[in-house]
């Protein structure tokens, strides 16, 4: 491939080609063993070396992001996802920023981290603005950030934009900070998902996520998967949205998702 004669749409077909021709011939285990790097930093080729083995149910709970980013969320419902949390051994609870600091102060010596959603859930918010956000989030408890990408730029070739939008945020949080760029896939053709998940990486976050939940559809295996042949083996993937049963998680997991947003989670666990 002769790069210096490419014009930069060629260039993005042909590595895009690339990497779906490579999926579809690709079957990914049935034993549910995948090396793959959970992102504990936000720094750039950072490594947790962790192999996922899922043998029950309750083995997904340290992958699970317990999730309640409903507008109408109130504090008995923010309370009870904290104490599921704790009981089942949940990742985290992954809420809006304005729940932060009483989610903070239920989890404290528990073990289960904060997770703040940022540009939340349209990424249309200034680079200016989600970064205050992020650091706000960051100064009230939150251990990590879910940050939702500039989608508009990416679908109008605005790369530079996207890319000084995830610095912006990245740049917020500190060393200790689990970073995850969403990119929402259901709004994005695959060569986008390609570019976007490049970025991300290219940039330093932890994890490619997937999806809000909020838009037109949530994770599919399809994306999950053409997401972990862009960014590699070590980089995280956090899978969000439509996941509801046991099935779907492990799904999720057999395509090289290393986390699962779920607000189902509870049920997933139990069955």
Request: aromatic fraction near 4%.
């Amino acid at each position: 491939m002769d790069i210096d004669k490419m014009d930069k749409k060629e260039l993005i077909d042909r590595i895009s080609d690339e990497i779906i021709s490579k999926l579809k011939k690709t079957s990914f285990s049935d034993n549910l063993s995948f090396k793959s790097d959970l992102g504990n930093k936000n720094i750039q080729g950072s490594s947790a070396g962790c192999k996922i083995q899922i043998n029950t149910p309750a083995d997904l709970a340290p992958y699970i992001d317990h999730t309640l980013l409903k507008p109408d969320a109130t504090e008995a419902q923010v309370k009870k996802i904290c104490e599921e949390a704790v009981q089942y051994g949940f990742c985290t609870v992954c809420i809006n920023s304005s729940w932060v600091v009483y989610c903070a102060r239920k989890l404290r010596g528990t073990g289960v981290k904060v997770c703040a959603v940022v540009g939340f859930p349209l990424g249309a918010t200034d680079s200016r603005t989600k970064a205050y956000e992020t650091r706000n989030a960051i100064e009230n408890g939150a251990d990590e950030i879910d940050m939702v990408i500039n989608v508009g730029a990416l679908r109008n070739g605005d790369l530079k934009t996207v890319e000084a939008d995830l610095r912006a945020v990245l740049t917020a949080c500190r060393n200790t900070t689990t970073t995850k760029a969403i990119i929402e896939t259901c709004l994005l053709s695959d060569e986008e998902k390609v570019i976007a998940s490049q970025l991300v990486k290219k940039v330093g976050f932890g994890f490619v996520k997937t999806s809000t939940g909020f838009s037109t559809a949530g994770a599919t295996a399809h994306d999950v998967a053409l997401i972990r042949r862009t960014v590699g083996p070590k980089m995280g993937i956090k899978a969000a949205g439509g996941i509801r049963t046991y099935e779907d998680a492990l799904l999720m997991i057999r395509s090289g998702a290393t986390r699962l947003g779920c607000s189902a989670s509870v049920k997933i666990v139990s069955v």
